[in-house]
């Protein structure tokens, strides 16, 4: 696999290149844009996403230093962990392990991100740059498309409820063992909450959890899902599924600044993102947007309209002062 740095360099030089094609300058957010219904967070709030922004970022840690809790620093930002399980090859499956955080009484599944998640994007932005227009015929050929879950992971789930079919297809490869794990650990501390958490592809398998995981677990379980760097995921019916907290889930997305990926694939291929996002301003400020896709300037639709006003930097962070990746 390419190394994230290696990957960033290209999207750096071809982002370079569909700028230079444009002359467009980079969207900046106005501080004094419309703040009605979009309240800024306050600083206990944002503090108190700082244990999930370290297990998201430990997921990228192999397996084998997952199982034992020895990740580095971003493990030792939540010492009282105990792992249940690991597993993933970095591969064909995204590391994933499952545990539980007796500070915060939660069962805590966590999937890595991968440099796949910027292939993806890659390919969104060559399509840009060499067709030199937005148009929903410059992106036919790009093998990704919505498609219903499988009915056997989710049972019971309307066929109009559709995700992106490569996050589908990674989320199965390991959801029968992440599910034996959460039950296994969920057993073992009941009344304890569920909670899964990821970064980027991370995220997407992550919510895609938040979504199988309570039609397996013991009904009333409570789940919450914390997402970064969040692609879209699937149709409008999902995400009004996802954002009926009646289905066991409560969502939160944060998104850094001008990330690219949060608005890729487009609203114009049929995703639509839950509510719940978070959204970092440059000033550090952190604004909860209201809705799906929420168009002000002080959330990412309005922030980033185009990958053109996007800087692929601000994918990794730092939220709250933190990167991510296994450190």
């Not at 290149?17 to 501080?31: D, G, K, L, Q, W």
């Not at 990704?144 to 079919?165: R, T």
């Not at 692609?231 to 954002?243: H, L, Q």
């Not at 185009?306 to 994918?315: E, I, K, R, Y």
Request: proline share 6%; hydrophobic share 45%.
């Amino acid at each position: 696999m390419a190394s994230l740095s290696a990957t960033l360099v290209v999207l750096a030089l071809v982002l370079s290149s569909i700028s230079s094609v444009y002359a467009s300058p980079f969207r900046v957010v106005r501080e004094s844009a419309k703040r009605d219904d979009i309240p800024t967070l306050t600083d206990s709030q944002v503090a108190a996403f700082r244990p999930y922004t370290y297990f998201a970022s430990a997921a990228y840690c192999t397996p084998n230093t997952t199982i034992n809790w020895t990740c580095g620093s971003h493990c030792e930002e939540n010492s009282g962990f105990m792992p249940t399980a690991s597993g993933g090859d970095g591969n064909e499956t995204q590391y994933w392990y499952v545990g539980y955080d007796p500070t915060l009484d939660t069962v805590l599944v966590a999937h890595q991100g991968t440099a796949s998640m910027y292939v993806f994007f890659l390919k969104y932005a060559i399509h840009l740059s060499l067709s030199y227009k937005f148009s929903i015929a410059d992106f036919i050929d790009v093998d990704f498309f919505l498609e219903s879950l499988d009915p056997v992971l989710f049972p019971g789930i309307s066929p109009s409820i559709k995700a992106h079919n490569g996050f589908a297809g990674a989320h199965a490869r390991a959801a029968r063992a992440v599910l034996a794990a959460a039950a296994q650990t969920l057993a073992a501390h009941a009344g304890a909450s569920v909670t899964t958490v990821g970064h980027s592809l991370g995220a997407a398998l992550a919510l895609l959890d938040a979504v199988f995981l309570p039609l397996h677990l013991p009904p009333g379980t409570a789940l919450r899902f914390v997402g970064y760097g969040l692609p879209r995921v699937g149709n409008a019916a999902f995400a009004d599924y996802v954002g009926a907290r009646a289905h066991g889930a409560d969502v939160t997305h944060v998104n850094n600044r001008r990330d690219p990926v949060p608005i890729v694939p487009g609203r114009a291929l049929g995703f639509r993102h839950p509510a719940g996002e978070v959204h970092i301003q440059a000033s550090g400020a952190w604004d909860a947007c209201p809705g799906r896709d929420d168009p002000s300037e002080l959330c990412i639709v309005g922030d980033v309209p185009t990958l053109l006003s996007s800087d692929v930097s601000d994918h990794t962070g730092p939220y709250d002062g933190i990167l991510m990746g296994c450190t």
